[in-house]
T-cell receptor
């Protein structure tokens, strides 16, 4: 069974801090790696998608990197804000279009 | 319109009730998905429909019965559920039919979910 692990499980930081969320996966044959945001009791919002041939993607204050050889991806959030508080999930696509989700990191950005 | 809608937002039902969850998208997507998400856990795939036909059933108990009446609509019929079935049920859609585009090229768009409580 393919596993996707996210560390840390929970993180609390003061506003303005730069932070890194980690995602590790065991499947070496992934086609892409995606980062989602989920607010409590809500659906998932796609943040960034990195194809397997790419190394990183950027959107605003977010930067995601992918290292297939080591089975790792990171999500970098610059100048964090209270509105960034949410659960962040990474997920990769293996066979077909099946998403395998990570365990999630619950982020709280405090004033 | 890049929205997937789900109704109802919340549902409370008894173990003998029959209810249905509804998912709708008007993006012309040909694949639709049902996921189940327990508290503090990642979503788990339940069903995939491609071109209105069931492509994947992840060994889901028969008390969950999916239906795809047309390309824009996906239902999940619920009957004789157990309290452990209480969860957030998420619907998603993607542009191409399942498996038609090279893997990883199709983004899934998620709805806001239905919070189901089984008493």
């Amino acid at each position: 069974k393919q596993e996707v692990t996210q560390i840390p499980a929970a993180l609390s930081v003061p506003e303005g801090e730069n932070l890194v969320l980690n995602c590790s996966f065991t499947d070496s044959a992934i086609y892409n790696l995606q980062w989602f945001r989920q607010d409590p009791g809500k659906g998932l919002t796609s943040l960034l998608l990195i194809q397997s041939s790419q190394r990183e993607q950027t959107s605003g204050r977010l930067n995601a990197s992918l290292d297939k050889s080591s089975g790792r991806s990171t999500l970098y959030i610059a100048a964090s804000q209270p509105g960034d508080s949410a659960t962040y999930l990474c997920a990769h696509t293996g066979g077909g279009n099946k998403l395998t989700f990570g365990t999630g990191t619950q982020l709280k950005v405090e004033l | 319109d890049t929205e997937v809608t789900q109704t109802p937002k919340h549902l409370v039902m008894g173990m003998t009730n029959k209810k249905s969850l509804k998912c709708e998208q008007h993006m012309g997507h040909r694949a639709m998905y049902w996921y189940k998400q327990k508290a503090k856990k990642p979503p788990e795939l339940m069903f995939v429909y491609s071109y209105e036909k069931l492509s994947i059933n992840e060994s889901v108990p028969s008390r969950f019965s999916p239906e795809c009446p047309n390309s824009s609509l996906l239902n999940l019929h619920l009957h004789a559920l157990q309290p452990e079935d209480s969860a957030l049920y998420l619907c998603a859609s993607s542009q191409e039919g399942y498996g038609f585009r090279p893997p990883g090229m199709d983004t899934q768009y998620f709805g806001p979910g239905t919070r189901l409580t089984v008493l």
